[in-house]
């Protein structure tokens, strides 16, 4: 089964499968074989088109239309307020090393962000249940009234495990909540077009990645850093109402039977092998977002600069989520995802060589185009592996596989700068894991195509 977009398969043709059964020998084995022909073709067309016979009087896919645009333009803000606001964290990290928790080590802090950055999607494996379930405004209203009332706490916050509980735990497991359903989401709404939607999905958290730092920076400096995080909690507020308005379902729910758990999808090779792929790219994946400032400001670039690098490196992400999706649509989220991942990598690896405010620039660009198509089209193809109805399952067991790496890449780069004094050792650490991510990425490709080459 390929993970991209497979033509409807009529009576009429049928695909190497199918055609491999043979031709009818006598009438008997002729109508046997017929029927065996059919149930082989309508499985084939239910895997590969995501086509469920129960579901054909809530019609095709929309691939479109005001209604579908709203829910996409919805996910995309859910995406800001949240996952944009957690792309923000280097700045965070930066003026909680230099002023809120002076004498914390660099990796003890960088726990806050990477806890964040992991229950983004550890709640994904409970989330992705309870959307194919049914429920979608319940989840986001809880979350969303948990995510404004945090970001009004942690203007109270002074101490170390003050940050760990309200920016780090709660604000990172209630946006996993609102991340978990808009993830699900566009796969009720497009089919043909759903890189496309998922990139516009991603530019959400672009946009917050690159609005949130400066926004944080400034209003420090003028209104102090409480009123800063309070001025922050009303925007949430109005992001995500306008979140809660827009974003809903197409499907019915389906109707469980099994364990509230069901692993069973890890049982297929190409899902098991792509999310290994996830998990050893998020040990890495966000180690030049998280640091690319502060390392900015250790080879003597000038910190009212330096923090610009996150923005830059995100608003330069817009682009490639934006690009990564139109051609995803093309040429198959695979054949996108591969080489974009591949890039940063090597991005990855030049990172700490670096020395002046053009390499910077210039890391931060292309690093974050490339990085910005990986994240877009995380969800992509596993939406291809399975019907829609358990598409939140599918994608939630992915995002919960990916937490751990997101927990963990972070807080081992800071530490491995700790112990070495210098960022080179912790590029060549975050580079090896993207770069073998890859290696996975193209295993996953060949488990499903049989080779390297095609639309996957």
């Not at 590969?48 to 209604?67: S, T």
């Not at 672009?206 to 309070?230: H, Y």
């Not at 729910?253 to 998990?279: E, N, V």
């Not at 193809?381 to 067991?397: C, E, H, W, Y």
Request: contains cysteine.
């Amino acid at each position: 089964m390929s993970v991209s977009q497979a033509p409807t398969i009529h009576d009429t043709s049928s695909s190497s499968t199918i055609d491999a059964s043979g031709s009818p020998r006598q009438s008997g084995d002729f109508n046997e074989k017929k029927s065996q022909v059919e149930q082989e073709k309508q499985a084939v067309r239910s895997e590969v088109d995501n086509v469920d016979e129960a579901l054909e009087q809530y019609g095709e896919h929309p691939d479109g239309g005001l209604r579908a645009w709203l829910v996409i333009l919805g996910c995309a803000i859910g995406a800001c307020a949240t996952f944009g606001f957690v792309n923000a964290w280097g700045v965070f990290q930066e003026y909680y090393q230099q002023n809120v928790l002076v004498g914390t080590s660099p990796s003890t802090i960088a726990w806050i962000g990477s806890i964040q950055y992991a229950l983004v999607f550890l709640p994904g494996l409970v989330v992705g249940r309870i959307f194919d379930m049914g429920y979608t405004k319940l989840p986001l209203g809880i979350a969303s009234a948990v995510i404004v009332a945090v970001t009004f706490l942690t203007a109270e916050c002074t101490k170390y495990w003050h940050f760990l509980l309200c920016q780090g735990i709660a604000f990172g497991l209630a946006s996993g909540v609102v991340f978990g359903v808009v993830m699900g989401c566009p796969a009720h709404w497009f089919k043909h077009r759903i890189g496309l939607a998922l990139g516009i999905m991603a530019l959400g958290s672009s946009l917050g990645g690159t609005t949130f730092p400066i926004a944080v920076r400034n209003l420090i400096d003028r209104v102090g850093f409480k009123w800063t995080m309070r001025i922050i909690g009303f925007i949430e507020l109005v992001l995500l109402s306008f979140q809660f308005a827009t974003v809903e379902r197409r499907l019915p729910p389906k109707k469980h039977t099994g364990p509230f758990f069901d692993l069973s999808a890890f049982k297929s090779p190409q899902f098991s092998l792509y999310c290994t792929s996830s998990f050893l790219a998020f040990l890495g994946i966000y180690t030049v977002l998280t640091y690319i400032d502060v390392s900015a400001s250790s080879k003597g670039i000038d910190p009212d600069f330096s923090f610009y690098l996150l923005a830059i490196a995100n608003a330069c992400s817009a682009i490639g989520r934006l690009t990564g999706g139109i051609f995803a649509d093309r040429l198959g989220a695979l054949s996108v995802m591969t080489p974009a991942t591949f890039i940063a990598g090597i991005l990855t690896y030049a990172w700490p060589f670096a020395h002046n405010v053009g390499g910077f620039i210039a890391i931060a660009i292309v690093y974050g185009c490339a990085s910005g198509v990986y994240v877009s089209l995380l969800a992509a193809p596993v939406v291809r592996m399975g019907k829609t109805q358990d598409v939140g399952v599918r994608v939630g067991m992915s995002m919960t596989v990916i937490a751990i790496g997101a927990v963990a890449g972070p807080p081992i780069s800071g530490a491995i700068n700790a112990a070495t004094g210098t960022y080179k050792y912790t590029g060549i650490y975050a580079g090896t894991t993207v770069m073998v991510a890859c290696c996975f990425l193209l295993a996953t490709r060949v488990s499903i195509l049989g080779s390297i080459w095609g639309k996957c």
